[in-house]
């Protein structure tokens, strides 16, 4: 059974630093696609950022620069480490994994940036 389990959300200041880790069981974090999304009130879940089987990362235009995500094979966990917070970053984040053709979701987090 996969799960997947984000914590390190939180209310930090604009120009903080958060750093959200991903927990996962049922599958191995080097062996498949993960990523973290996001998603504000009243708006889509979007993608922020995607780490693949073999380390290429990509990221949303809005956080290139601030953002990175990585992963930790030993603890089987993936990392979003949030520099220079803007207001605009508040959401629920949820961490992704695609396996075996399944998409399989967190609970999610909550990010709250205040101005």
């Known amino acids: 059974q996969v799960q997947l389990v984000e914590s390190g959300g939180g209310l930090v200041q604009a120009g903080g630093s958060l750093r959200l880790s991903c927990a996962a069981s049922g599958i191995g974090v080097s062996f498949t696609a993960m990523g973290w999304y996001r998603q504000a009130p009243g708006k889509q879940r979007e993608s922020v950022a995607v780490?693949?089987?073999?380390?290429?990362?990509n990221y949303a235009d809005s956080v290139k620069g601030r953002f990175t995500i990585s992963r930790d094979n030993a603890k089987n966990t993936v990392y979003l480490q949030m520099n220079s917070l803007k207001p605009e970053d508040t959401g629920v984040y949820y961490c992704?994994?695609?396996?075996?053709?399944?998409?399989?979701w967190g609970q999610g987090t909550q990010v709250t940036v205040s101005s």
């Open positions: 992704y994994a695609n396996y075996f053709g399944g998409d399989y």
């Open positions: 780490i693949t089987r073999t380390s290429s990362t």
